[in-house]
């Protein structure tokens, strides 16, 4: 089933935890859209382009060339019969190149498009990339803060044991003022 403008338009995607940014993604999607559009209009053009080749042939084959006066002509020999075979294959051989030169266009279409593919591919690949090494830096410094404050609340807690124990003791050393 060939995918359309209108279907990626409207394709919905699940939200998952810690998924693809939905802005990003739906902004991704548009560019595909217009790059798809573009090249549809693109191949509407060739195609027209084509038609209105081989139409200009097949007319200009059809239409004989305009004779000039009689005088300014001299009169032919009888042409054989195998003189209708050249023009019999001169149209074929037109046709031929024209079919070539269309697969020609096609080909090259074809090419273009895969290479714009592409193109975006790796665009989209390196954006990616740029993100997850952007999240595996956040990650990082969040894993420092994390360990700093593990670090802070250990001292805090060192500080307050000693802090009681220094109570305790001024409490048992002047045992006089609470007798």
Same mark, same amino acid.
């Given at each position: =089933?060939?995918?359309?403008?209108? =279907?990626?338009?409207?394709?919905?995607?699940?939200?998952?935890?810690?998924?693809?940014?939905?802005?990003?993604?739906?902004?991704? &999607?548009?560019?595909?859209?217009?790059?798809?559009?573009? =090249?549809?209009?693109?191949?509407?053009?060739?195609?027209?382009? &084509?038609?209105?080749?081989?139409?200009?042939?097949?007319?200009?084959?059809?239409?004989?060339?305009?004779?000039?006066?009689?005088? #300014?002509?001299?009169?032919?020999?009888?042409?054989?019969? #195998?003189?209708?075979?050249?023009?019999?294959?001169?149209?074929? /051989?037109?046709?031929?190149?024209?079919?070539?030169?269309?697969?020609?266009?096609?080909?090259?279409?074809?090419? /273009?498009?895969?290479?714009?593919?592409? !193109?975006? =591919?790796?665009? #989209?690949?390196? +954006?990616?990339?740029?993100?997850?090494?952007? &999240? !595996?830096?956040?990650?990082?410094?969040?894993?420092? /803060?994390? /360990?700093?404050? +593990?670090?802070?609340?250990?001292?805090? +807690?060192?500080?307050?044991? +000693?802090?009681?124990?220094?109570?305790?003791?001024?409490?048992?050393? !002047?045992? #006089? &003022?609470? !007798?």
């Amino acid at each position: =089933m060939p995918i359309t403008v209108a =279907m990626i338009e409207e394709k919905e995607f699940k939200t998952k935890m810690r998924g693809y940014d939905p802005v990003e993604v739906d902004e991704f &999607l548009d560019e595909i859209c217009d790059e798809m559009v573009a =090249m549809q209009e693109e191949i509407a053009t060739l195609t027209q382009r &084509l038609n209105q080749a081989s139409h200009n042939a097949f007319v200009s084959s059809a239409i004989p060339a305009p004779v000039p006066p009689p005088a #300014a002509i001299p009169t032919p020999a009888p042409a054989p019969k #195998a003189a209708e075979a050249p023009k019999a294959q001169g149209s074929s /051989e037109a046709a031929q190149r024209l079919l070539a030169q269309a697969q020609k266009v096609y080909d090259e279409t074809i090419a /273009e498009a895969k290479a714009k593919a592409e !193109e975006i =591919m790796k665009g #989209a690949t390196n +954006r990616a990339s740029m993100g997850l090494e952007d &999240l !595996e830096a956040e990650k990082s410094d969040l894993q420092q /803060e994390v /360990e700093m404050l +593990r670090q802070t609340a250990k001292d805090y +807690r060192e500080r307050f044991l +000693r802090l009681i124990e220094e109570q305790q003791h001024i409490l048992k050393s !002047e045992t #006089a &003022l609470f !007798e």
